[in-house]
């Protein structure tokens, strides 16, 4: 079992110099602890998935603007209107090469799902 991911959660990139926060705008109703559930289709760059920082990609290193291709590793079966769950072990390939994982599910420290 692992811990589903909500609003706020931070995130790494393996590219950036810094921790992002998950904005969750997939969905409107369905809460833990007074956040929001992130889905799959919380994979927007800026408006999901802020800034890193600076981006490693190259030399110069330039700002991040993170480029997300997909959620992967989300719920099996669990899911809100069709959209699968964000678990703590769900990550994302940026772009530019990045790989993008969570540090901590956001407010979520006790509910479980498949």
């Not at 959660?9 to 409107?28: D, F, H, N, P, W």
């Not at 994302?92 to 479980?112: L, Q």
């Amino acid at each position: 079992m692992v811990k589903i991911v909500t609003n706020g959660a931070l995130m790494c990139c393996t590219l950036g110099t810094e921790e992002a926060k998950l904005t969750v705008l997939s969905q409107s109703f369905r809460s833990i602890s007074g956040e929001l559930v992130a889905t799959e289709e919380d994979k927007s760059g800026l408006d999901n998935i802020s800034s890193f920082g600076v981006c490693k990609c190259s030399t110069p290193n330039p700002p991040c603007l993170p480029q997300p291709q997909g959620w992967q590793q989300t719920t099996q079966k669990d899911s809100i209107n069709g959209m699968k769950k964000l678990t703590e072990q769900s990550f994302c390939m940026c772009a530019k090469g990045g790989r993008i994982s969570f540090v901590d599910t956001g407010s979520n420290t006790f509910v479980e799902s498949e």
